[in-house]
């Protein structure tokens, strides 16, 4: 069993900045690459930023310079520092692990809300 529980989201001003972390349980994390998605209200679920199980890093251009994945195998957390928030930040942040074998498995956290106000 696989569980993602993350943390850190809240109420922020613009430009203001939070750190969210998602713990993995279960064996999974050494061998997994990590990502973070984010879905607003009314909108469809995107993703953010992703970082492989060699560290290699991806972004959404909207945050590109603003926000950074980072993941720490020992303590099997992955780690997204937002700098620079925009109101257009706003939204429920999701965890994601996913291992390729015979096809992609994916896991999801339960998701924590970040709302940055103008």
């Known amino acids: 069993q696989v569980q993602l529980v993350e943390s850190g989201g809240g109420l922020v001003q613009a430009g203001g900045s939070l750190r969210l972390s998602c713990a993995a349980s279960g064996s999974i994390f050494s061998r997994a690459g990590m990502g973070w998605y984010r879905q607003a209200p009314g909108k469809q679920r995107e993703l953010v930023a992703t970082?492989?199980?060699?560290?290699?890093?991806n972004y959404v251009d909207s945050v590109k310079g603003r926000f950074t994945i980072s993941r720490d195998n020992a303590k099997n957390t992955v780690y997204l520092q937002m700098n620079s928030l925009k109101p257009e930040d706003t939204a429920a942040y999701y965890c994601n692990a996913w291992v390729v074998s015979s096809r992609r498995y994916d896991y999801w956290g339960q998701g924590t809300q970040v709302t940055v106000s103008s």
């Open positions: 970082i492989t199980m060699g560290g290699s890093t």
